[in-house]
C-alpha cells in the first residue's frame, strides 16, 4: 500500500518539525510493505503574506483529491488584529469535515502520585464557538460583540462515538501488555458547563450520554465533570482519567492543560480525523523564538505521524514509532532543550530514526 | 461603623462554613471600631425544591435595601435537567451588577520552583456566555442549539481598569513588606482566545490594552496569553503570575485551574465586587460528600469574608483575617481533611479566631 500525504509546514518551527515527520515515515521498516509518497503544500502567516490567503484552494484540493493524509506544522498568529486574516487549521478542520480532534498526553514515567498519566482529549472539531459567527455593533455605551457557540446533536454524537471507540480501542491495548496498566475498565469522562449551558452544554451532555449508552459500549464506565471542575481534576490526579471527551474549546483549553502535566508541549501530538483522512498536528506552536535554530523537539511531530498511521488503519507503524520515540525518551540520552536536554532536533530525529 | 451583612449558606457544606464567616467577623477586636449585623437569607437548590424559585426575591431586595455586603455558600446542582432550575449565583451577579470576580490564590511557601504563588483572577462576571442567551431548533440532523457569547466594551474596559487597581494595590501591599516579594513591578495578563474569535475576544483585548494604557497604569506591565496557552503557563509557571483578567468562562475554568495549584479548593476566596457592594464566596461547592460532618474546610470562606471587607474598605480588618489564617496555615497544626489534616471545621476555625 501506498499513502500520499501532504506536508503542511506552516510557519516558525512547523519548518523544522514536519520535514523529520516525513523522514521517519521514509524510514519504516519495509516489512511494513507500506509506501509513502509526498506532496509538498502551503498554508500559514507567511502565505497569507505572500499570496493574500492563509490557507490556498489549492492545498484544499490537492488534499481532497490526491492525499490520504497530511502533516501540519504550525502557523504564527499576528500580534495585533490583521484584515483579512484568519487561522488556516480552523478552516482545513472544517473544509474536509475533520470532526474529531484526538490528543492523547501520556509519561512514560510515573506523575508524583506515583502513577503514569495516560489519557486522551478528544475534541469536537468543528463547532462550538469555532464556527467563528460574529458581529459588532456600535451601541450607545460603545460597542457590543456577539458570537455564536453552536452545539448539533449530530456532531456531538459522532463525537461521543469515537471517545467510546477509543476507549475499547485502549483497553484492546492495555490487555495486550496488562503489567503496563492498572486501569482495568475503560472510561469516558464528558466535559461540559450545562449547570450555566443547559440548552447547548445539556445538548452535548444528553447526546454523549446517549451515545455512550449504546450497546457495543456496555464495558465503559461513563462519568461527567463541569469544565471548571475537570481542570482541576485533571490537576490533582491525571493519572485517574482514560478518555475525556469535550466540545471544541474546553477541548482546546483542556488539552493544552493535559500538556503542562508532562513537562512539555514538545511531547504531545495530535491528529484531526475525518471519515478516511487523517492530519497529525503537534500541538505546540510556531514558536518563532526558538525558530531556526534547530532545537525545536520533534516528537510531538513523530507522535503525531504514528497517530495519523493508526487512524489510517495502519496500526502496527504507528506502533513502531510509539515504541521508538518512548525508548528515546525513557533513555533520556537525547533530549530537545524543552526537556531539559541539549540535543538538537536532528540529533533527537536520529536517535529515534535508529530505533525503527 | 456598623455593617449589615446578608448571609446565605446556600446548600451543602454552605451551611457550615457560613457559620463560620460570620463568627470571624463578630470575633474581630474592638478596636477596628467595627459593628456587624447579620440577617439569613434564602438560596439555592433546596430552596428551589421547596419554594420553586432557587433565588426569592426577598434575597435579592434584602441585599439591595438593607444590606452593606454579604456571604454567599454553595449551591448544588441537579444532576439531571430540572425545569425552571437555574443558578442563583449567577443570577445574582447579574441582579446586583456584581461586575467583578476577584479571585486571589496564594501559597504561603514557596511552589516547587522556590517561589511562592501569589495571583489573582480578575474575572468579568456579568456577561460573555453567561448572559444565557441560548435556543434550540429541531433541523433535519436533529437538534441544534445555539447560545450567545457577548463582550461589551463597556464590562472590559470596567474590569480591566479594577485588574489594573488591583495590581497597583498589591504592589503598595508588597512595597509595605519588601521581604517577602521577589515581584518588583505590578503586571497585568490579558486572557484571551483572538486567534479564533477576533470580534468578541478581540473587543475585550483591544479594550483592556486602552484600559491598561491609562496614565495611572503606567508602572504596571502588561501581557497578554491565549487562553489555552495561559493554561499551560498557568501550570509550568504560575509564579510568574500577578494579575490575571479575563472574560467570565475563561476565568471560571483559570480560577479552578489556580487552585489546583494550592493544594485543595478549600483555602481559595472570591468576591463578587460591584459598586459600593461585595459578596464573599468560597470557590469550592456545596460537596453533598462531606455535608454534615463537620470536615469542611472553613478557610476559603474566612479567606472570603477578607475579600469583601477589603473591597467595603476595611483593608485593616481584612489583613487581620489574612494574618491570622495565614498563621494556621504556617502552623499546620489544625488542618482539615482536605490539606492532609484530621481538624473538624470547629477546630480550624477556633484555632484562627484565638489568632485573630
Ligand atoms: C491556533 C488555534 C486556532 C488552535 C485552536 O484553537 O484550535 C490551537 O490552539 C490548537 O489547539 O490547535
Ligand atoms: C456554580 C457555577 C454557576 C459557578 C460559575 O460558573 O460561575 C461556579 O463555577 C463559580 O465559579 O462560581
Redesign the pocket.
Known amino acids: 500500500r501506498t499513502l500520499r500525504i501532504g506536508l503542511i509546514p506552516g510557519d516558525g518551527i512547523g519548518r523544522e518539525v514536519i520535514p523529520a515527520g516525513r523522514r521517519v515515515l521514509e524510514a519504516l521498516p519495509s516489512s511494513l510493505n507500506l509506501k509513502f509518497s509526498f506532496v509538498d503544500l502551503e498554508a500559514g502567516y507567511d502565505c497569507f503574506q505572500k499570496t493574500g490567503t492563509a490557507l490556498p484552494d489549492k492545498t484544499v484540493d490537492t488534499l481532497k483529491k490526491e492525499c490520504d493524509g497530511a502533516l501540519f506544522g504550525a502557523?504564527s498568529s499576528p500580534s495585533t488584529k490583521v484584515a483579512g486574516y484568519s487561522?488556516p487549521?480552523?478552516a482545513l478542520r472544517k473544509k474536509l469535515d475533520l470532526y474529531a480532534n484526538v490528543r492523547p498526553v501520556k509519561t512514560t514515567i510515573g506523575s508524583s502520585n506515583g502513577n503514569p498519566i495516560d489519557l486522551v482529549i478528544v475534541r469536537e472539531n468543528t463547532e462550538d464557538l469555532y464556527v467563528k459567527e460574529e458581529k459588532t455593533i456600535e451601541g450607545p455605551n460603545g460597542k457590543v460583540a456577539e458570537a455564536i457557540k453552536r452545539i448539533s446533536e449530530n456532531a456531538s454524537s459522532r463525537i461521543s462515538t469515537i471517545a467510546g471507540e477509543i476507549a475499547l480501542r485502549r483497553q484492546k491495548i492495555r490487555a495486550a501488555a496488562p503489567a503496563t496498566s492498572t486501569r482495568d475498565q475503560p472510561m469516558v469522562t464528558i466535559t461540559h458547563k450545562s449547570n450555566v449551558l443547559s440548552q447547548t452544554d445539556g445538548l452535548f451532555r444528553e447526546t454523549a450520554r446517549k451515545a455512550l449508552a449504546a450497546e457495543k459500549f456496555s464495558s465503559v464506565l461513563v462519568e461527567e465533570q463541569i469544565v471548571d471542575s475537570m481542570v482541576y481534576k485533571l490537576f490533582r490526579q491525571p493519572e485517574y482519567y482514560d478518555v475525556i471527551v469535550a466540545p471544541n474549546l474546553y477541548g482546546?483549553i483542556l488539552?493544552d492543560g493535559a500538556a503542562a502535566l508532562v513537562g512539555s508541549l514538545g511531547l504531545v501530538p495530535s491528529a484531526n480525523v475525518g471519515d478516511g483522512f487523517a492530519i497529525g498536528e503537534p500541538?505546540h506552536g510556531s514558536a518563532p523564538d526558538i525558530e531556526g535554530k534547530n532545537i525545536a523537539n520533534p516528537i510531538a511531530t513523530l507522535r503525531s505521524v504514528a497517530l495519523m498511521l493508526e487512524f489510517l488503519g495502519e496500526a502496527n507503524a504507528a506502533a513502531k514509532i510509539y515504541t521508538a520515540v518512548d525508548a528515546n525518551l525513557d533513555e533520556a540520552k537525547f533530549l530537545s532543550p524543552d526537556m531539559g536536554g541539549k540535543a538538537s532536533t536532528t540529533e533527537v530525529l536520529e536517535d529515534v530514526l535508529k530505533r525503527l
Chains 1, 2 share one sequence.
Open positions: 502557523v487561522s487549521i480552523v482546546d488539552s500541538c
